[in-house]
């Protein structure tokens, strides 16, 4: 019993921690904590695929997911990568009222607190302020698009690395190289060269 009071506490502290800084007003959190449950998730866990609807918002503990797009002769497009302290959910209305385009997989073992993304919404928008928590998502969303969109049109191949990198510190060593490449725009023999090069 101990135990589980202690992983409870333990979830609650560290949902906290995130959900407050992600524009969540303290007011709320005895309501919204207990929305959520944990989950772990196994690498290699399709979360979404196209056609489905896309309705849960996770916060992600410890591991990295992956988004990613497949063509019609099955090559594999990545989108972008989520980890730890990071929140995954849909974001535009395309995104919470259509089917997915798009795939989003567990690129490793993933721990997560998930929760129904509509019953979270539903809750916020009783507080004053409550939207904050998601124009910060929105915003943190935009701004990931903005740097990617100067990334490739300003940079080159060596020059993409080395900003990826400066971004996420924490990623570039622990996403596969052919997953790497394909969101930087190259091959996975080109990457390797540049890494190569930089050692």
């Known amino acids: 019993m101990r135990k589980v009071e202690a992983l409870r506490q333990a979830m609650t502290a560290d949902l906290s921690r995130v959900l407050l800084d992600n524009g969540v007003m303290e007011v709320s959190l005895p309501e919204v ?26 916060v992600i503990r410890q591991g990295i997911f992956r988004l990613y797009y497949l063509d019609s002769e099955g090559r594999e497009s990545n989108k972008g990568f989520f980890s730890e302290g990071q929140i995954l ?3 535009a209305r395309s995104a919470i009222e259509e089917p997915s385009l798009f795939f989003v997989e567990a690129l ?17 928008r009783k507080y004053s302020g409550g ?6 998502l929105a915003e943190g969303l935009l701004e990931d698009k903005i740097r990617r969109e100067v990334m490739f049109l300003q940079l080159d191949a060596r020059g993409r690395y080395e900003r990826f990198v400066a ?12 997953h790497l490449a394909s969101y ?14 930089k050692n």
């Open 33 to 58: 904590i207990p929305l959520f449950r944990q989950a772990h998730i196994s690498s290699g866990s399709i979360m979404l695929s196209p056609e489905e609807r896309w309705n849960e918002l996770m």
């Open 89 to 91: 959910a849909p974001m």
């Open 108 to 124: 490793t073992n993933v721990e997560v607190y998930r929760c129904c993304y509509a019953q979270l919404a539903a809750l916020l």
């Open 131 to 136: 939207n904050d928590f998601f124009y910060r």
């Open 167 to 178: 971004d996420f510190p924490d990623l570039h060593e622990r996403v596969p190289l052919r």
């Open 184 to 197: 930087l725009g190259m091959t996975d023999v080109t990457l390797s060269r540049i890494r190569s090069m």
